[in-house]
């Protein structure tokens, strides 16, 4: 059973066959597992559109800047979580290779909300993939969730991948 507003679509629309292309994809990452399966349907979705992948993390302790190569081995002895980053970076960069496929890796520091869509706005990407982490409750409330906000203040379509 349809119902009425699906109905009324199916009326009105002249549906066509659905063609899209993706040629870019900005992946977040952050070394966590759900960031580990978004790098997975990324580069899934790359080889298959044949589109090239921007790999993002974002320290969100630091004012908005790039953070120069040059710069991420010293500040990697600094902190466990751009350790970690570095590491979802080097993770999408060598399952990219395996599959045929170029990474550009950002580092960036500020709010990881605005860097992951400035990215992807700059870059004219075509899809944002990034993990949830599932929080819930308490520690949602607390923490928030960047998954969620990038998919409020992004007009640029979305890929939530859920962490297993």
């Known amino acids: 059973m ?24 900005v992946l977040a990452v952050d070394g966590s597992a759900p960031a580990v399966e978004a790098t997975k349907y990324a580069v899934g979705l790359a080889r298959w559109h044949r589109a090239k992948i921007i790999a993002v993390f974002v320290e969100p302790d630091r004012e908005d800047d790039v953070i120069t190569e040059e710069q991420w081995e010293q500040l990697a002895k600094k902190s466990k ?10 993770l999408a960069q060598r399952y990219a290779r395996i599959n045929g496929l170029d990474v550009k890796k950002c580092l960036l520091s500020g709010s990881p909300v605005r860097q992951i869509i400035d990215v992807a706005v700059r870059e004219g990407a075509d899809l944002i993939v990034l993990g ?3 929080l819930t409750g308490i520690k949602r409330i607390a923490l928030g969730s960047v998954a969620e906000a990038v998919v409020e203040a992004s007009e640029i379509p979305v890929l939530i991948v859920k962490g297993r």
């Open 132 to 134: 949830d982490t599932g």
């Open 2 to 25: 349809i119902s009425g507003v699906a109905e009324q679509i199916l009326r009105e629309a002249q549906l066509e066959a659905a063609d899209f292309s993706i040629k870019k994809i």
């Open 81 to 90: 979580r751009i350790r970690y980053g570095l590491a979802g970076l080097e």
